[in-house]
């Protein structure tokens, strides 16, 4: 009977070794296991990000631009609307697996500047899932907070309160969370009907007092001056209300839940790509609308005093709109339909981290292998929102800037990615108009670091800490047996099936001129190195390092003869030892015969030849492949013999 320990530890890894298969990469072909939802029913999983967002947006907005608000909120629709939706739309067909415009970046590179801009851009990504959690939490306690019932008791326990909910988001995904799209509908629906509501109130209260627009457009003609002056100073202030342009990497995320066409194939499925754009063009109109319409009406209704910091409005101006004009039961309704879908963002946020991490890091081995596993994820990505929240102090206004700091890289990223695409298709226009939206949001994500440092600082902390963690585990799995299967070719298989009574004998070879001089001197001096008997079989190998940054991969093992009648293994990895180490295990298995391998001395520094092989694959191969040897196969009387002369 299993004790406690190995109970505990089972149900933290439990679907452990399902997970390579979930999450195989974006290079891929995902199955389809499930017909999928219709596309505006996942839209509402998607607007648990986006849509949330207006319980705080209006303020942010109020906050960042004053009286402009609803000038650079107009300035904001139009990038949304012109910029980053036709980016996105180009995403989707891209990439419409759900691995979005990273995985279309790491196509594009390769070797070590691949994998360390992929650890660069899921940093900013963890940044911006990570916040979404801390954030809407956060914004989750004000509501709560702020409410008249229950100011006079949970006042001072913001901390405490986020705390709380963070904890029973990472506790639900700890039972064991599956999306619900059906629970995401109804929540989305009642929220965007109440925010109806409110938006409707609000301009019935405008228009029955006329005085507050004329009022507005006399104050912002005696700060700004004129209409031109006023767009200008718009367009500098926008980039402080790019939390509104969350939501749509998540879009892209969600794609696989999309029920494509009958006809669909994994390799084209045009039906999923004609929803998911259809969900992201319907969810930035239903947006568009609500942020133009929430940051008028709560720019004209609400003091200015009631958005800074401490006031009734901060972080919460349609809520405080309900209950001054719908009454406290209204507004108390709509803090609770609040609170659920900000929540509920989280749980979105969490899902998205839970899909995004274990697609690259297990797979460049810079996550220990319980990466894969969803539960010590779960626990990993709480402590540090718990970490986030307490250094905030759970402010909304505090995390904005990293909020969108995050968001508008991943933005950015998305606009050169598809600028990279169309120009390899051959699109001049398109190529053209994708850099113009490229260039705007790359000067909106400089503005934004500019003005709001901080954003940069906690994004880099992310990065820091993810490429450490990265490069310290790869470091302690450099000796695994990371080749995850062996096939041999026709020659190949007819090499070893000679050997099935008797050991076969290789001779590890760099390939270089690979004329007959080269084999027949390698061939002199191992068999005089090694005492080798002249009746004895020599069968070269031979490995070619492809992308030594590749950690796990299928070895495919050729054979040749050459110069009639020297007998060569050709293979083609990312790390020579670990392919030759895979090689001789699968010929044991293969035969029931031990093989030997044998090598020569490399001449140079120890640990330079670590770090030529940590690096680039190579080094002193001879103790590196038999340490990986020693790690794979434990068992001495079962080991493959390495000779070193």
């Given amino acids: 009977m299993p004790s406690g320990r190995q109970r505990v530890r089972a149900w933290l890894l439990e679907g452990l070794a399902d997970m390579a298969k979930q999450h195989p990469g974006p290079h891929a072909q995902a199955p389809v296991e499930h017909k999928g939802a ?52 180009r995403v989707a067909q891209e990439s419409p697996h759900g691995e979005g415009s990273i995985a279309m970046l790491e196509r594009l590179l390769s070797f070590w500047k691949g994998k360390l801009f992929v650890l660069a851009l899921l940093g900013f990504a963890a940044t911006d899932f990570m916040i979404t959690i801390t954030l809407s939490a956060a914004d989750a306690t004000a509501h709560l907070v702020e409410n008249p019932h229950l100011q006079s008791a949970l006042s001072g326990k913001q901390v405490m309160i986020t705390l709380i909910l963070v904890a029973l988001l990472g506790g639900v995904f700890l039972k064991g969370f599956s999306e619900a799209i059906g629970l995401a509908v109804v929540l989305v629906a009642i929220y965007l009907a109440l925010n109806v509501v409110v938006v409707i109130t609000g301009l019935w209260e405008v228009l029955q007092a006329p005085h507050l627009v004329s009022d507005w457009s006399d104050a912002l003609t005696a700060e700004h001056g004129n209409v031109v002056a006023m767009i200008g100073v718009a367009l500098v202030v926008f980039p402080k209300l790019a939390l509104g342009l969350s939501g749509f990497e998540t879009g892209v995320a969600v794609m696989p839940h999309i029920e494509g066409d009958p006809e669909d194939t994994e390799e084209k499925p045009t039906g999923r790509i004609r929803g998911a754009r259809k969900l992201l063009t319907t969810a930035a109109l239903i947006m568009s609308v609500f942020l133009i319409t929430t940051s008028f009406i709560t720019t004209l209704l609400i003091p200015k005093a009631a958005f800074e910091p401490g006031g009734e409005a901060n972080g919460r101006a349609l809520a405080y709109l309900a209950h001054e004009y719908l009454g406290n039961t209204f507004g108390t309704i709509y803090d609770l339909s609040t609170i659920l879908i900000l929540w509920f963002a989280g749980a979105s946020a969490m899902a998205g981290m839970l899909n995004l991490m274990p697609r690259y890091l297990p797979r460049y081995g810079m996550a220990p292998h319980w990466a894969r596993a969803v539960r010590p994820m779960v626990i990993v990505l709480t402590l540090i929102a718990f970490l986030v929240t307490w250094i905030f102090d759970a402010s909304v206004d505090a995390q904005g800037g990293a909020y969108a ?62 490429i450490l963690v990265s490069l310290l585990s790869r470091l302690k799995r450099a000796f695994e047996l990371r080749v995850t299967d062996v096939e041999f070719d026709e020659a190949a298989e007819r090499f070893i099936r000679d050997y099935t009574h008797r050991p076969l004998r290789l001779i590890a070879n760099e390939p270089n001129a690979r004329d007959l ?123 493959p013999r390495v000779h070193v002369g």
């Avoid at 293994?569 to 031990?594: K, M, Y």
């Fill in 405 to 466: 700091t995050g968001v508008l890289v991943l933005i950015s990223s998305a606009a050169i990615a598809v600028t990279i695409a169309a120009h390899k298709a051959g699109e001049r226009n398109w190529t053209i108009g994708f850099a113009v939206i490229a260039a705007v949001f790359l000067y909106t994500t400089a503005i934004n670091i500019a003005e709001r440092p901080d954003g940069v600082k906690i994004g880099a902390c992310f990065i820091a800490g993810i």
């Fill in 38 to 89: 219709r596309w505006w029913r996942v839209m509402c999983l998607t607007g648990l990000d986006y849509f949330s967002t207006l319980g705080y947006q209006p303020g942010i907005a109020a906050l960042a631009a004053g009286l402009l608000s609803p000038v650079a909120t107009i300035v904001l629709v139009l990038v949304t609307l012109f910029g980053a939706l036709p980016v996105y739309r």
């Fill in 517 to 639: 001089a080269e084999y027949q001197g390698k061939k002199r001096q191992i068999r005089a190195d090694n005492d080798i008997p002249a009746e004895d079989d020599l069968v070269f190998v031979e490995v070619t390092v492809l992308d030594p940054s590749e950690f796990e991969a299928a070895l495919t093992v050729r054979g040749e003869v050459l110069h009639d009648r020297y007998r060569v293994l050709s293979l083609e990895s990312s790390s020579v030892p670990n392919a030759l180490a895979a090689l001789l295990i699968e010929v044991r298995d293969r035969t029931g015969q031990q093989p030997h391998i044998y090598f020569e001395w490399t001449e140079g520094n120890p640990f330079a030849q670590f770090l030529r092989f940590f690096l680039f694959g190579q080094g002193e191969v001879a103790p590196v492949t038999r340490e990986v040897l020693r790690e794979a196969e434990p068992d001495r009387n079962r080991r």
